[in-house]
């Protein structure tokens, strides 16, 4: 299934909301967060501690599990102010509770040094830049809570400070630390003592800063303690099972328990050991070393629907010398990318672990600018995320760059951008998230320019109840399946329940979507084929089943039962879940989508696809499948048949 991996699998770190902390509490009576008054207690607590001129050591790059805070608040149009260089004032909150985080550190880094401010009692912070220009948010710090502090320099959250003009109520969320319970089980159930357990997030570079653990052993009772972010990847292995792996959702995160289930030995591991390595060096246009680069390792594409180690990928810092070492790869094909903002990427396809000779080559690229207005008003949006998207092929758009921009002039800017087609999409809280296509043509060093305009979205209201019972579920999450935390920064549509089980989503796209539903002590849900008018939509009710006393949380949903990937003009076959639509009809791995009731999924697109993929419960669709080439066929043309396909309710 394809929850939460529309645009790729990657982990939240960082994400733009809106001036409200209400899409936090569901419209739950909470106010809005009041800038500290000059001269206040509040504005001297959180008054920042200027460090001019001051460069914090760089520390020794490391791949690590990634400590991941979540979610920054956009704020509302700048407004006049007598600082020499602008300002920027907020709170920085609890992500689960929306409460004020007290004490917390920003650190900010700018042209020749950094400064820092540090949050009063409410949660407050109030950061006046000593230049003019971009300042880069380089570390968050609170005790308590995951860190965020990527490579020195490299921090995707940039803030523009300008003359005369003041930025208020920005919200950073933090996500708080949470200690999960993990257990290793053969496949009869008993423990399994013994076994090597690493926690995959596949975004190593997002907290050079703060190495924490990621490799654990599982005890007499098969149990191991662990800190893992939504979205991670756990993976168990023992020499007399096969290896398992489980992802952290938000129903583990609210159990605080995962369960591994290992194969059955069948003398061998199904999966071999992860002990090749991939070394090598980044270098610049004139064969210089370049450090700090990110460089990321990942299951080839054009091995797909065959995948090779873990699904979100490896990643590791270059050092001084511009060196970097991957560790732990499994036999297979990877693709290996190397990144440094301001310059264009080095990209080596289809390498097979062992090699240590790498060259990975930056560029310079063109730049890629423009302004996000209203559209309505015309007036800048001082606060926004950029997400650029490769296109490759009429579907499959991969991730170039995630950025989150807080600017009164509502301007944006992104260098080292290769030749190519790009989508340029922008979202911002409120506002239906906007794309534009661009084109970058070849031997182009200078700036291409891309402006977008952001229309106020659609509202959704509901309640989440219990089924059966029909009492209201406090506390439960509900977002926007496939808008909810893509990449490494984006707007989040999703909102908490207050005491009635209400919630509100606001800024949502016209057209058909799905929601994830999760709650405290109940399995989670995605629902989909629900319909987003121009105007309100019509309230909602959403049932959450209760678990059973020792029972393991799982996710529901209904669509085909199978795990797919934008390819050409196709939607290829992954894995096929037993009982599912998929495998009653004779869906194989490999097999190709190429209609969904008629329609070429390429004039869908591969959100509006999957969408209609789902559906009611027992209702069927028609697929036009180019079947995969048989054993000795390789090479001939592929028939199309359509299948006829139910959808059936899926529990994982």
């Not at 509900?478 to 984006?490: C, D, N, P, T, Y």
């Amino acid at each position: 299934m394809d929850r939460k991996r529309t645009l790729g699998l990657l982990a939240i770190v960082l994400v733009l909301l809106g001036a409200l902390l209400l899409v936090l509490r569901g419209r739950g009576g909470e106010q809005e967060p009041q800038a500290p008054r000059t001269g206040s207690t509040a504005a001297s607590t959180a008054a920042p501690t200027q460090t001019a001129k001051e460069t914090p050591p760089r520390p020794k790059p490391a791949h690590t599990a990634t400590a991941l805070p979540t979610r920054l608040v956009p704020a509302t149009y700048a407004e006049r102010s007598t600082e020499a260089n602008g300002a920027f004032e907020g709170r920085v909150i609890s992500a689960t509770t929306g409460e004020g985080v007290e004490g917390a550190e920003l650190t900010f880094a700018g042209s020749g040094g950094a400064t820092s401010a540090r949050t009063d009692a409410g949660g407050r912070f109030r950061f006046v830049p000593y230049t003019a220009g971009t300042w880069q948010l380089a570390v968050v710090t609170a005790r308590g809570y995951l860190p965020f502090g990527p490579e020195w320099g490299q921090s995707p959250i940039r803030f523009t400070a300008v003359p005369g003009q003041r930025i208020s109520d920005i919200v950073l969320a933090l996500t708080p630390e949470v200690e999960l319970l993990g257990r290793v089980e053969g496949a009869d159930g008993q423990p399994v003592a013994g076994a090597r357990v690493r926690v995959l997030t596949g975004r190593g570079g997002e907290s050079v800063l703060f190495p924490t653990s990621d490799r654990y052993t599982s005890d007499a009772r098969g149990e191991f303690r662990f800190h893992g972010p939504e979205g991670a990847i756990v993976e168990a292995r023992h020499p007399a099972h096969a290896s398992a792996r489980a992802e952290v959702t938000s129903a583990t995160l609210l159990a605080r328990r995962l369960v591994l289930k290992l194969g059955g030995h069948e003398g061998t591991e199904a999966t071999p050991p992860g002990d090749a390595s991939l070394a090598g060096r980044v270098v610049d246009g004139s064969g210089r070393a370049v450090a700090g680069a990110l460089v990321s390792v990942t299951s080839a594409a054009s091995a797909w629907p065959r995948l090779y180690g873990d699904a979100l990928g490896y990643e590791q810092v270059t050092d001084e010398e511009g060196r970097f070492t991957v560790e732990g790869l499994e036999p297979g094909s990877y693709d290996v990318t190397a990144r440094l903002m301001g310059l264009s990427p080095g990209e080596l396809r289809d390498v097979a672990p062992g090699r240590k000779d790498l060259v990975l080559t930056l560029g310079q690229g063109a730049r890629l600018v423009g302004t996000v207005r209203d559209a309505a008003t015309g007036k800048p949006m001082s606060s926004f995320t950029l997400a650029v998207l490769t296109k490759r092929g009429p579907l499959q758009r991969v991730p170039f760059a995630q950025l989150s921009f807080i600017d009164a002039r509502g301007h944006y800017e992104l260098a080292g951008v290769p030749a190519g087609s790009y989508v340029v999409q922008v979202a911002a809280y409120g506002y239906a998230p906007s794309e534009t296509h661009v084109e970058v043509p070849r031997n182009t060093l200078g700036t291409v320019t891309a402006d977008v305009s952001l229309g106020r979205g659609a509202k959704m209201t509901g309640r989440v109840v219990e089924e059966g019972s029909n009492l209201p579920l406090e506390r439960a999450r509900i977002a926007v399946e496939g808008m909810s935390g893509e990449g490494a920064l984006s707007v989040r549509y999703d909102a908490l329940t207050d005491a009635e089980g209400h919630f509100t989503l606001e800024g949502l796209p016209t057209g058909q979507l799905s929601l994830y539903v999760s709650a405290e002590g109940h399995h989670s849900r995605i629902i989909s084929g629900i319909r987003v008018g121009p105007e309100a939509t019509a309230p909602q009710v959403l049932e959450l089943r209760k678990t059973e006393e020792g029972e393991e949380p799982q996710l529901d949903m209904v669509g085909i039962g199978a795990v797919l990937a934008p390819r050409e003009d196709a939607l290829v076959v992954g894995q096929v879940f037993p009982g599912g639509g998929a495998a009653e009809a004779g869906l194989v791995t490999g097999d190709g989508i190429v209609r969904i009731d008629g329609r070429p999924v390429v004039e869908l697109g591969f959100p509006e696809a999957i969408q209609s993929i789902r559906g009611v419960e027992n209702s069927k669709l028609v697929l036009g499948v180019r079947k995969a080439s048989a054993p000795g066929t390789e090479g001939s043309p592929a028939p199309i048949v359509d299948l006829t396909v139910t959808r059936r309710r899926i529990r994982k």
